[in-house]
């Protein structure tokens, strides 16, 4: 049973660029949560998405990042016109429908890395 | 989500039981407590949840106190793929989904 996956693992672009992470939940999962960490710093909640909607976007900055779970497909986190400050670790989670106690199962992580 | 207090570090040696401490005074009744582990350069890991009674699984116990004010990790017998950062976290149930408050989490050193 494959767990969450992340691609890509790390990806490097330049000032002003666009990233696109990909998150495939593990398999029976439906709800996708997206998080960020800085370097030296803890992982901040970004979105909570379920297929074709965007549930909580309340940790997502509020220019240049997006994010969809489209009906088909992994879901996507991308970010317009990076900047240095951009550059962190981005980890997806999954969960199914219902949860024991809201458990969450969290991704590899993807590294940008903003030249 | 209620807040949770862990030490900074712990250092343990290997093959030696490990108990990671965590409190959480203000804890309310729907609040399930959570343990991740993040190795480096790796995604956290889900290690243990339970609510009032204590729990077991194959990676470790989790030893919640009457009051529930307060919790341990027990990892039973230390490996060095141990050392990670492990995180407590409160979740309450009906609560905002998947949006956890990651702390600062302890720090956990195995030596051989």
């Known amino acids: 049973n494959a767990g969450v996956m992340q691609n890509p693992r790390h990806l490097v672009r330049r000032r002003g660029q666009e990233a696109r992470l990909r998150c495939s939940p593990m398999?029976?999962?439906?709800?996708v949560y997206w998080y960020r960490q800085l370097p030296e710093e803890g992982l901040k909640f970004m979105v909570y998405l379920q297929k074709e909607n965007i549930i909580d976007e309340s940790g997502m900055p509020k220019e240049r990042f997006s994010a969809e779970f489209p009906k088909e497909g992994p879901s996507i986190l991308r970010i317009q016109q990076v900047v240095r400050g951009d550059s962190a670790a981005y980890f997806c989670a999954s969960s199914p429908r219902e949860s024991s106690g809201n458990t969450i199962y969290f991704g590899e992580g993807s590294w940008l890395t903003v030249v | 989500d209620a807040k949770t207090t862990q030490p900074n570090s712990m250092e343990s040696n290997e093959e030696e039981p490990v108990h990671l401490p965590c409190n959480h005074s203000t804890i309310s009744g729907t609040d399930y407590i959570h343990w991740y582990r993040q190795l480096p350069s790796q995604g956290p890991e889900y290690v243990i949840h339970g609510l009032t009674s204590n729990v077991n699984n194959r990676m470790a116990s989790l030893a919640i106190a009457e009051d529930r004010k307060s919790s341990t990790l027990i990892l039973h017998r230390a490996t060095l793929r141990d050392a990670a950062v492990y995180y407590c976290i409160l979740i309450n149930y009906g609560g905002s989904q998947g949006n956890l408050i990651f702390g600062k989490g302890t720090k956990l050193s195995v030596k051989p």
């Open positions: 398999k029976g999962h439906s709800h």
